[in-house]
Each structure stands twice: as C-alpha cells, then as structure tokens.
C-alpha cells in the first residue's frame, strides 16, 4: 500500500516535469513503462518527412526520440501502440518517450492531417 502510494507520487513527478518541457498537451493518458530502456532511438521529423523511415527495435522498453530538424509541427504515432504520442512544435523541439515494443513489424506515422499521406510515415521492426 505505502510502495504503491510513494509510486504514484514519483510518477506524478515525472509527468509534471515532461509536462514543462514545451510541448503541449494531447499526449493524454500514455503510461510509459516503468525500467531501463534497452535502446534509444532517434527519429528526425521534417517537413514532410521522417528520417530514418525504417528503424529497427528490441523487443522490450525502448526510448524514442522525436527531433523536429524544420519549422511546423509533427507527430509521431504508432500502429498497434495505443496512446503512444511524440509531439514537437517548431524547429529543434524534441520529446521522447519509453514504450514497451513487442516483435514484429509496424507502421510509423504522423496524424496531423494530410502529413502521412504526404511521405510522413515508415516502418519499425521490432526482433
Ligand atoms: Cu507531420
């Protein structure tokens, strides 16, 4: 009882901090999973682009780094990931979040409209 309530106050902690971080709002109710990450991953979003656009994971708790290289706003979403969201606003903005990836192949992409039909999507396998 008192390890779940000490628990919940760091995690409370942990999202008041990310909340300050520059982006805002929309990233809703993700839970990222608690442990290390086994990888960190770096994804640059452009306009309208991801570079690169096919990356590969461990299965397992992975970090993912979204990094805006242009002006506009992205976001980064994966299918089969409910809740995952990265989100930057102009140029330089960066967020990452851990996610707990189970193998196999998934799409990428950003749900701002038109931006994936346009090229902003890819694919992360996951082995
Ligand atoms: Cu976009």
Not at 15 to 24: D, F, I
Not at 50 to 73: D, R, Y
Not at 99 to 112: I, N, P, R
Request: hydrophobic share 40%; charged share 15%.
């Amino acid at each position: 009882m008192r390890a779940r309530l000490i628990f919940s106050g760091i995690l409370a902690a942990a999202m008041g901090l990310s909340a300050c971080g520059g982006s805002t709002g929309g990233s809703g109710g993700y839970v990222q999973p608690t442990g290390p990450s086994l990888a960190s991953i770096e994804i640059d979003s452009g306009n309208l682009f991801f570079k690169p656009n096919k990356v590969e994971a461990p299965v397992g708790i992975v970090k993912i780094w979204l990094k805006n290289i242009e002006s506009g706003s992205h976001n980064l979403v994966i299918s089969g990931v409910p809740g995952f969201i990265l989100e930057v606003n102009g140029d330089g903005d960066a967020q990452a979040k851990k996610v707990e990836l189970k193998a196999g192949s998934f799409d990428f992409y950003c749900t701002l409209s038109g931006h994936r039909a346009a090229g902003m999507q890819g694919k992360l396998v996951v082995k």
